[in-house]
């Protein structure tokens, strides 16, 4: 019930293209769904979040998209760049709670 | 934004050593404050929760009198790892909760890791 699932475990996108990632989750209680990025030899940096209140946020390239009744998330990337090449986590949690992370996602844009 | 410092980044050191690693928050107050481990190529693991002026709460598995874990201040929380060995090496990150959202502990930001290699 505290599992995330994270799919793909890699990824390789043309420079311009779309990336999406998805995640899905059990747990009705969570109610905080962020994704961060991390690139080698760095901590996590928060990238988007989203509330269960809405079913999409936009933030420049990024967006969130999110289906409660499906109880998944998914995260877009638009017009990919060489340097969004990272390794991307998606996470839940409940209010005060702790983070529940997927398991990572490696997304290599090629020029 | 809010930044989380974390030091030291890099340390190597002899088996049967303690090593001590500081996490701040450098431009808010955090009651809260994570520690992770992080294996190459896999997922973070969250280790404990650090409440300001009280015990840590740490995951099952997670042995307490090894990784002793003090919350003094709500901008400092420091991880110190007992007589490591070989075997305690690995990624570990700190991050500290933002409650200015409304909800408590998020977002979560996170200091840049302590890699620890022991010999």
């Known amino acids: 019930q505290q599992e995330v699932k994270q799919s793909p475990q890699s990824l390789i996108v043309q420079k311009g293209g779309i990336s999406i990632i998805n995640c899905a989750y059990e747990?009705?209680?969570?109610?905080?769904f962020p994704w961060y990025q991390q690139f080698p030899g760095k901590g996590p940096a928060l990238l988007i979040a989203?509330?269960?209140?809405?079913s999409e946020k936009k933030e420049g390239r990024f967006t969130i998209s999110f289906n409660k009744s499906a109880k998944q998330f998914s995260l877009h990337i638009m017009d990919s760049q060489p340097g969004d090449s990272a390794t991307y986590f998606c996470?839940?949690?409940?209010?005060?709670?702790?983070?529940?992370f997927g398991t990572g996602t490696r997304l290599q844009v090629f020029p | 934004g809010a930044v989380v410092s974390q030091h030291p980044s890099w340390v190597i050191c002899k088996s049967g050593t303690s090593v001590k690693i500081e996490c701040r928050s450098l431009?808010?107050?955090?009651?809260?404050m994570f520690w992770y481990r992080q294996f190459p190529k896999q997922s973070l693991m969250l280790m404990a929760t650090?409440?300001?002026?009280?015990?840590?709460?740490?995951e099952q598995g997670v042995e307490k009198d090894k990784f002793l874990i003090n919350h003094a201040s709500l901008t400092l929380s420091t991880l110190t790892v007992t007589s490591a060995h070989p075997e305690d090496s690995s990624f570990y990150i700190c991050?500290?909760?933002?409650?200015?959202?409304?909800?408590?502990?998020?977002?979560?930001?996170f200091g840049d890791g302590t890699r620890l290699s022991i010999l």
């Open positions: 989203i509330r269960p209140d809405v």
């Open positions: 747990n009705t209680a969570f109610d905080y």
């Open positions: 431009d808010f107050q955090a009651t809260t």
């Open positions: 996470a839940a949690s409940r209010d005060t709670d702790k983070l529940i």
């Open positions: 991050s500290a909760g933002d409650d200015k959202g409304g909800y408590s502990n998020q977002p979560q930001h």
């Open positions: 650090s409440n300001e002026g009280s015990k840590a709460t740490y």
